[in-house]
């Protein structure tokens, strides 16, 4: 029987807020929400520690809304997040949390985003700003962004920003935000940065702890003890052995990615890889073919895969052990979500086993290793290792009234495609992407570079490569 003490209908929420909830599936509240929005709803300041998917949008989502008065147009709420991603991320939910209320509007501010459309969101208004603290201050600076009537300042994933280098541009945006507001601080991890930042704008802030455990048994963690030189070869064992269809393989320097990803094409793996240095074209390129299954594997940094939340990931692989042990918890929350079943490989050398000591500290278990001779391929030896799918960029996004309804009625329609051969579309602002059959992406390209999408004709070309 369902604990109701978890219930939503125990918080002071209105009746539509609550209805909602039930319509968009929230029933209960996970445990972070449970301990957090008592606090936040009573208007306190509220330092919360729980890992990324634990469901802390929510939590301060629903308290920001709570303050918040439709009628009067002024930013009353600000959302400090490390990437582009994970603000898109939030400001998708908080719309969606907000659907009970009349017109709340929310505008994301980030870099690698043309100004122009953010000054003239904001010149219409805004209820709640969700963007990163670099363009944040930028707008603050040019006086685009007032944030006079704000009663909510939220840190999101606030040790990712200081790792990142935020800690000036957040102190900077706080000291514009008027001294009476509550400030919600959520953290993964919780490096002294944090203390220093609470005791600068945070207002006897109460402090609470999720917990950074997984739920036994869905996730199987297996661990190989590696030489310096067999480090890399064992990551295409580990794949070859277990083949999981999307994997995320964690280094812990920008080098030791590229040098894996080299490693992993060679061998006919269709790996991408993520780290700080990318442009942000190139890294929305990244994440949508990961996203739809244009690429199996992701090797990241984890200053770079900070704020990704990725569906139905089936392993994580440690190929470096991370010297922070909750950064290794949080690396491998990221598989066995929502009750499914995840994978987490790990490789250690012998001079890391200090390391792989503190995260069986923190775990308060033994971890469990195995041989890589044990290691064998399984499968097919050639067709599993390649995505099913490949993306198509299209020359064209919202900018030309593009709609995935679009683009699938071309490649069904005029091009003569299967429904089932085409997967996950993205509009973005002025590109589009569309994965489709890795067997027909060249034909796709050729029928819809001669079609037509819309009505008018687009440029379209492979964004990776085909075997």
């Not at 929510?58 to 709420?77: D, I, K, N, P, T």
């Not at 400090?80 to 400001?91: G, M, S, Y």
């Not at 102190?171 to 002294?192: D, G, H, I, N, W």
């Not at 006897?204 to 030189?229: F, L, M, N």
């Amino acid at each position: 029987m369902a604990d109701p003490a978890v219930d939503f209908a125990t918080l002071p929420l209105s009746p539509p807020v609550l209805a909602n909830l039930r319509q968009l599936g929230y029933l209960q509240m996970t445990p972070v929400q449970a301990a957090s929005l008592p606090v936040a709803l009573g208007g306190n300041d509220l330092i919360a520690q729980a890992k990324t998917g634990s469901g802390k949008t929510a939590a301060f989502a629903l308290s920001l809304l709570a303050r918040l008065e439709a009628r009067r147009f002024a930013v009353q709420s600000l959302v400090l997040c490390p990437t582009r991603e994970l603000a898109d991320q939030v400001t998708t939910e908080i719309r969606r949390l907000a659907r009970a209320e009349e017109n709340v509007k929310v505008v994301t501010l980030c870099g690698g985003v043309a100004l122009r459309g953010q000054l003239s969101s904001l010149a219409h208004g805004a209820h709640v700003v969700v963007g990163t603290p670099g363009r944040i201050l930028d707008h603050l600076q040019r006086g685009s962004l007032n944030l006079g009537s704000l009663n909510t300042l939220v840190l999101d994933e606030a040790d990712r920003m200081l790792d990142m280098g935020f800690l000036d541009d957040i102190a900077a945006v706080a000291r514009q935000c008027p001294k009476e507001r509550q400030t919600l601080l959520f953290s993964a991890t919780y490096p002294e940065g944090i203390t220093r930042l609470a005791a600068q704008f945070m207002q006897s802030p109460q402090q609470i702890t999720v917990q950074a455990q997984h739920e036994e048994g869905h996730i199987r963690q297996r661990w190989y003890e590696v030489t310096e030189d067999e480090r890399l070869h064992a990551v295409s064992l580990l794949l070859r052995h277990f083949r999981p269809q999307s994997t995320l393989a964690f280094c812990n320097t920008r080098q030791q990615c590229r040098d894996l990803v080299q490693v992993l094409q060679a061998q006919g793996f269709s790996a991408l890889a993520l780290f700080g240095e990318l442009e942000q074209r190139e890294r929305d390129q990244v994440l949508v073919q990961f996203a739809n299954r244009s690429c199996s594997v992701l090797v990241a940094t984890d200053v770079a895969a900070r704020g990704l939340d990725i569906a139905q990931l089936e392993a994580v692989i440690n190929v470096d052990v991370t010297p922070d042990p909750e950064v290794h918890i949080h690396r491998i929350g990221r598989t066995g979500r929502a009750g499914a079943e995840g994978l987490a490989l790990s490789l250690a050398s012998l001079d890391e086993m200090g390391r792989v000591g503190r995260i069986e500290q923190l775990q308060g278990r033994a971890s469990e290793w195995h041989l890589l001779a044990s290691l064998a391929p399984t499968g097919h030896e050639r067709d599993p290792l390649l995505a099913p799918m490949a993306t198509l960029q299209i020359a064209g996004g919202r900018k030309e009234k593009i709609r995935a309804g679009d683009v699938l009625g071309a490649l069904t329609g005029e091009a003569g495609f299967t429904r089932e051969q085409v997967g996950k579309i993205n509009v973005n602002e002025f590109s589009t992407y569309v994965a489709v059959d890795r067997r027909i992406a060249r034909e796709a390209v050729r029928r819809l570079s001669s079609g037509r999408v819309k009505g008018k004709a687009v440029k379209v070309r492979l964004l990776a490569n085909v075997a």
